[in-house]
């Protein structure tokens, strides 16, 4: 059985909803997502099978998001070749600076690229899949480049829109 090129783990149900900006994102791109919960500390056997089989399913980027003390991005790492990328997302009284250290701070050799915390976290996550993917598939780098274009022309408006609110003030 083939599977979409991305698998998104989150470490509990409770991720559920600040994850789902990655989703939206990545269905953007037309790019598939498998979504799962399985947990580093809960069900640590479930996390290491399922990372060590991705890469032979077809998978090719890993994202996982998890707050606390946040080891899923590690373990995905630990036992997988492929990218994984970590959102250290808030689930504590330490509002994410807990989940991102434990995320971000992955011995030498073990790579994790780790992006902000919570919702923007989840956001460039995939679109960070997105330019990974876009590396080998010409129609989505074409995506890509769209999107950076797209992001241009929003801030060029919103700094039209300011120089003449700026301008009406100013008479
Ligand atoms: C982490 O613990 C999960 O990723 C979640 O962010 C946090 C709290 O989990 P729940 O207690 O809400 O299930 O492993």
């Excluded at 606390?68 to 995905?76: E, I, T």
């Amino acid at each position: 059985m083939s599977s979409p090129q991305v698998a998104m783990v989150m470490g509990s149900s409770s991720d559920l909803e600040v994850m789902m900006n990655a989703v939206k994102v990545l269905k953007g791109y037309g790019i598939e997502c498998e979504v799962r919960v399985l947990s580093a500390h809960r069900a640590p056997d479930v996390v290491g099978e399922f990372a060590r089989a991705a890469a032979d399913r077809g998978v090719k980027v890993l994202i996982a998001g998890a707050g606390a003390a946040a080891h899923l991005a590690g373990a995905l790492a630990a036992h997988s070749p492929l990218p994984v990328i970590g959102v250290p997302l808030v689930a504590s009284p330490l509002a994410g600076f807990d989940a991102l250290l434990a995320t971000v701070q992955m011995p030498g050799g073990v790579p994790v690229a780790t992006v902000g915390v919570g919702k923007a976290g989840a956001v460039n996550a995939a679109h960070l899949a997105a330019r990974i993917l876009a590396l080998s598939d010409e129609e989505l780098a074409g995506k890509v480049a769209d999107d950076r274009a797209a992001q241009i022309d929003k801030v060029m408006r919103m700094d039209r829109e300011v120089q003449k609110q700026l301008e009406d003030e100013s008479r």
